[in-house]
């Protein structure tokens, strides 16, 4: 796909409304003809210098278009694979017929985040994998963009400047205790919250957000945002706790036994980071993709003039890994002035765990990739500094557990790489801060806590959900675990109340 | 925030600082530090170790050494000031009992952090053996609380000025000789004195703990900045540490993955220098 001006899309969309507004009834037929709306974004090669936020978001008339596309299914089959089950069809439905403010309140019975849902969401694989539009067009790019629309809708909501706070019942004097302030946590405790009981935040760092925080960049999830949301928990009235660490400032047992908190819910996320086990893998120059993100993000080690948090200076860049934060780490690395960044992914584009939108932004913004490689050791300088890594080739062999085709390595076809800086991005393995200092708490092989269909962990009162619970997952999949410990908490705090 | 309620410059660039912190002060056990940043939104996130802590009083206590620029402004917050951020206590603490004998050895401001650890080992029963070390005389840190606790005390500067001339290098030599030989060492201070603490015990396969303080960024097992080559394994010092078995430990990495960022921090500091320059030079 060739970039195409916001100036350009905006005049398209401007005239084909006025086209398809001359209609009485729109047909079925008619609403497929719409052409599905583009994303404008800003110019690739500008934006690859700067960290404002890529995508520009819909222009009224072309949310107007997108949403005259939904067919308004019967059996809207988009709902069913929304990991919330927001009412897809009844908020698009609203932005057709220019009424933004019901559209957004609909998604808010449903969904808290919205305005960082419609950014981040993996859409193509979730409710517009199912939608009618994109299987009847046979083109998934063509289903209609619910993602867009509904960043759209709260995007609009946060520039009337009003944004709704959702309403608290009355004091029940429970309280209970959110650990981690990602996604998940930020949920709980605003569900919670809503029923009228005490919350507090508790988080390790100094800032709010968790991924969307030092993890996700500026670049596509921008801080304002994030920083919105917590605002309206904060007038809900919800607590917030910052640098304290939950299992070392305070074991979990204790915020019940000793704190008196009725409840608590573990959302502390994946950690740890992987590393390849490969030789030079500790010389200077080798960071985690956490690491760099959270130098640059969390830390703000791309304002190089005011932070003091240094961060390396790169001219080629090697990335490791094929998922979003290996997208986020190459791109964070172009625009931190490395002149050469290079994804090395042992399979193919096509079983690339990453978006595909990012995959695409990532290209137009002159990332390489170099598909079929795998490092095989890193070589470094005589004062430890990397300066070249030696990679083998690959080949595609049978698919494996995952179904995804298992690469195989082809013998003798090492080559050197000359690279300065090497991001590891393959993965993490489960926070273990608290199970450490918790023994009770079940955990699985891998340190997840285990839960059951309620979130609820093996000690009693205490639940956990989002990327502790499932691996690194997704925001999405994180704030539905969320809402499901929340109904649990809350169920909990009433039966407390009635007996 | 937390609230500086004491102060005091041990020597030239080496201060001592109480923080109100009763959390932390209630939980923190031997062995474990603290993370601080001097600015919310652009500081950067410094360890260092916890020297003592007081449960009445609800603080801890810090000992630094000015050595960058975070270390710099830290030194000039006043009595009264508040820390922007502090989070803690992080790392695992010290494994105490009561091995029979142990030589703790300090260098230069590690005698810091060794402190509280002696003082543990002593109250579950060690015969504890100190050994401070320092440039010179004025680097000596903490010797009246040492000296309180410990069952002998050996002072050695580089330059002689005050008790032994001698790297701590040569009484520990000395008495893993003893008969019997110590059952344990401790090692804390600059990572080349851990290396040859460890270098110099290991033909007496005198096990010895090392405490190591490399880079770090959340001190939560968050981002592997901290990572160390351990024995065949690779060790994340803020979650797994922050001691070793100095035996095991690749210092020579360690010392190198310190120096990440050695150019950048230099190539600032020259930049502001610069920039000063041209500021007084369009003022004239
Ligand atoms: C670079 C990157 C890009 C990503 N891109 C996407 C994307 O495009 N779309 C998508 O859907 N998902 C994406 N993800 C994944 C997504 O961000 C996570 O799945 C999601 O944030 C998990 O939410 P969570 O609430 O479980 O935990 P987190 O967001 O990880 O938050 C956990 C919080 O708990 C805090 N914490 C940890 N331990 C403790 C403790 N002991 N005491 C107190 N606080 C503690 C942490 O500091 C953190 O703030 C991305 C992840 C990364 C790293
Ligand atoms: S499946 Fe697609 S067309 Fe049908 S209701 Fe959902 S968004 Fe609209
Ligand atoms: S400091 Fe980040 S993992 Fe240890």
Redesign the pocket.
């Given at each position: 796909m060739s970039y195409h001006s916001p100036e350009k899309i905006q005049k398209s969309a401007v005239e084909n409304l006025n086209e398809v507004k001359k209609k009485e009834v729109l047909k079925p037929k008619d609403r497929m003809a719409i052409p599905a709306q583009e994303m404008p974004n800003q110019d690739p090669v500008q934006r690859a210098k700067n960290l404002e936020e890529v995508s520009i978001g819909y222009s009224a008339e072309q949310a107007q278009l997108e949403a005259m596309r939904c067919l308004q299914c019967k059996k809207a089959k988009c709902i069913n694979d929304c990991p919330v089950g927001i009412d897809i069809p009844g908020f698009i439905k609203e932005i057709a017929d220019g009424n933004f403010q019901e559209a957004i309140n609909i998604i808010k019975n449903t969904s808290l985040l919205p305005a960082i849902c419609g950014r981040?969401?993996?859409q193509e694989t979730q409710c517009q994998m199912a939608c009618t539009v994109g299987i009847g067009l046979k083109d998934i790019e063509k289903a209609v963009a619910i993602g867009r629309l509904e960043r759209f809708v709260a995007d609009w909501e946060r520039a009337t400047g009003n944004v709704r706070i959702p309403q608290v019942k009355a004091a029940t004097g429970k309280k209970i205790a959110v650990?981690?302030?990602?996604?998940?946590?930020l949920v709980v405790a605003a569900d919670v919250r809503r029923e009228g009981h005490d919350v507090t935040i508790?988080?390790?760092?100094h800032k709010l957000g968790?991924?969307?925080r030092y993890?996700?960049p500026e670049f596509r999830l921008p801080n304002d945002i994030v920083d919105e949301e917590i605002e309206t928990l904060k007038k809900m009235g919800v607590k917030v706790e910052t640098n304290?660490?939950?299992?070392r400032t305070r074991k979990l047992v204790d915020l019940i036994n000793k704190d008196g908190y009725d409840a608590v819910f573990v959302?502390?996320?994946?950690g740890l980071p992987m590393f390849m086990g490969i030789p030079g893998e500790n010389l200077v120059g080798v960071f985690s993709?956490?690491e760099y993100?959270t130098r640059a993000n969390l830390m703000r080690a791309f304002d190089k003039d005011h932070a003091d948090t240094p961060i390396y200076a790169s001219k080629k860049v090697a990335v490791l890994g094929g998922g979003?934060?290996a997208m986020?780490a190459a791109r964070m690395a172009l625009r931190l002035g490395a002149e050469k960044v290079s994804v090395v992914y042992r399979r193919t584009e096509k079983e690339m765990p990453a978006?595909n939108e990012e995959i695409e932004h990532a290209k137009e913004e002159g990332i390489e990739f170099n598909f079929l490689q795998n490092p095989k050791r890193i070589i470094g300088t005589d004062d430890g500094r990397v300066k070249a890594m030696e990679c083998l080739r690959y080949q595609l062999g049978e698919p494996d557990a995952s179904g995804r085709r298992r690469p195989i390595v082809i013998e003798g076809s090492e080559f050197i790489m000359d690279v300065d800086t090497v991001l590891v991005s393959i993965g993490n393995g489960s926070?273990p801060?608290?199970s450490q200092t918790t023994p009770a708490l079940g955990v699985n092989k891998w340190g997840n806590i285990v839960v059951n269909d309620e979130q609820k962990s093996s000690v009693n009162k205490i639940y956990a959900g989002?990327?502790?619970v499932l691996g690194?997952?997704?925001?999405?999949l994180?704030m539905g675990e969320g809402r499901r410990a929340a109904a649990a908490i809350n169920k909990q705090l009433s039966d407390e109340l009635k007996a | 925030m937390n609230k500086v309620i004491y102060k005091e410059q041990l020597s030239e660039d080496v201060f001592l600082m109480r923080l109100e912190a009763p959390l932390i002060a209630e939980e923190r056990e031997a062995g474990q530090f603290i993370m601080l940043q001097i600015d919310e939104d652009f500081g950067e996130r410094i360890p260092l170790t916890i020297a003592d802590a007081d449960e009445k009083e609800g603080s801890i206590t810090i000992i630094f050494q000015i050595v960058g620029k975070s270390t710099k402004e830290l030194a000039k917050f006043k009595v009264g000031d508040f820390i922007p951020t502090l989070v803690g206590p992080l790392g695992k603490p010290t494994h105490i009992e009561n091995f029979g004998t142990v030589v703790c050895i300090g260098g230069g401001i590690g005698v810091a952090p060794l402190h509280p650890i002696a003082q543990a080992l002593k109250k579950a029963g060690n015969h504890v053996i100190t050994i401070i070390g320092a440039r010179n005389k004025d680097l000596i840190i903490l010797e009246k609380e040492m000296d309180a606790i410990a069952d002998e005390l050996i002072i050695c500067t580089d330059d002689g000025s005050y008790g032994r001339k001698a790297l701590v290098t040569e009484p520990l030599k000395e008495i893993c000789e003893r008969d019997p030989k110590p059952n344990m060492a401790i090692a804390i201070g600059p990572p080349v004195m851990m290396k040859f603490c460890s270098e110099t015990t290991k033909p007496y396969k005198v096990f010895t703990q090392v405490s190591l303080n490399t880079i770090m960024v959340d001190g939560?097992g968050m981002c592997g900045g901290c990572r160390v080559n351990v024995g065949d394994e690779v060790k994340f010092v803020c979650v797994d540490g922050p001691e070793f078995d100095g035996h095991k430990v690749d210092f020579d990495n360690m010392i190198t993955r310190l120096g990440s960022y050695k150019k950048i921090e230099h190539d600032k500091s020259e930049c502001n220098l610069e920039k000063e320059a041209a500021k007084k030079e369009a003022e004239l």
């Open positions: 981040v969401c993996p650990v981690g302030s990602g996604p998940a946590g508790f988080e390790a760092f968790g991924v969307m993890g996700i304290f660490v939950v299992g959302g502390t996320g994946a993709a956490n993100l979003n934060v986020d978006r926070n801060l608290i989002g990327d502790i690194a997952a997704t925001v999405i994180a | 939560t």
